[in-house]
């Protein structure tokens, strides 16, 4: 049985945090080593963390430079087989999707599957636009960011720290990094994560889109990243043409 290191990032998200460690702690799956990177909270998320201090295996609690580099000290505690990261506010799919993870295909090096989206009201937004890939490798990215960070689990041994040059899009850069050391890898078909529609690259989304052309030119090449994005751009009016037929 492999060990799991699931790691939460979160600052003041007083609300949200309970729902996502009960997702954890509750997992039919029992090698799971779950570490918290509370941001020093001040809106008493804090204190809901240490209502389950007896199911966490480290907490931190201390400011941080940023949401990669809170992510960052988790890798550095983590001492699993595979690390997953489920920040505040995201769940796991439900109580069976770890054990079904490692169950579909013992010792890849990375696992992926589906991530169902949900509005601030906890509302299912169905799917993600960009459906998780049948085969899915390090140049997947290509026509945009396919799996959600929340709905893959990587095997330690190949990751590396999150690249702090980036603010907003690192995750890109640490999943095609992992993904080029990779020599087996697993699309588990199902869903895996439940992901709450927001965070900082939404937030910052302009930023957020020129640092993903910063990193898939540096990965892709420019040229090809360019007649990517104008496919990026052809798939995105056709999505939204069709959405809206559906909905006439």
Known sequence: MPKL?????????????????????NQTFTSIEYIVIDGKST??????????????????????????DAMNKGLALATGDYVLFMNSGDEIYDEHTVEDVFDSSPGADIYYGETEMYNDNWESLGRRRHEAPEIFDWTSFKY????????????????????????????????????????????????????????????????????RFKIFT???????????????AGNLVFYFVKHRRTND
Not at 5 to 25: G, K, L, P, Q
Not at 220 to 225: A, F, Q, R, S, V
């Open 5 to 25: 290191s699931v790691i939460t990032i979160v600052y003041n998200n007083v609300r949200d945090i309970e729902r996502t460690i009960n997702s954890i702690i």
């Open 43 to 68: 809106d008493g998320t804090f204190e809901v963390i240490e209502k389950y201090k007896e199911s966490i295996s480290k907490i931190v609690s201390e400011p941080d430079k940023g949401i990669y």
């Open 144 to 211: 945009g960011m396919n799996i959600s960070h929340q709905a893959i689990y990587i095997k330690r041994s190949i990751i590396a720290p999150y690249d702090m040059t980036y603010k907003y899009s690192s995750d890109i850069d640490w999943i095609i990094k992992a993904t080029k050391k990779a020599s087996s890898i697993i699309n588990v078909h199902r869903y895996v994560a439940k992901y709450l529609v927001g965070g900082m690259s939404k937030k910052k989304h302009r930023e957020s889109l020129k640092e």
């Open 218 to 232: 540096k990965y892709y090449g420019l040229m090809p990243n360019i007649l990517n994005h104008i496919i990026i």
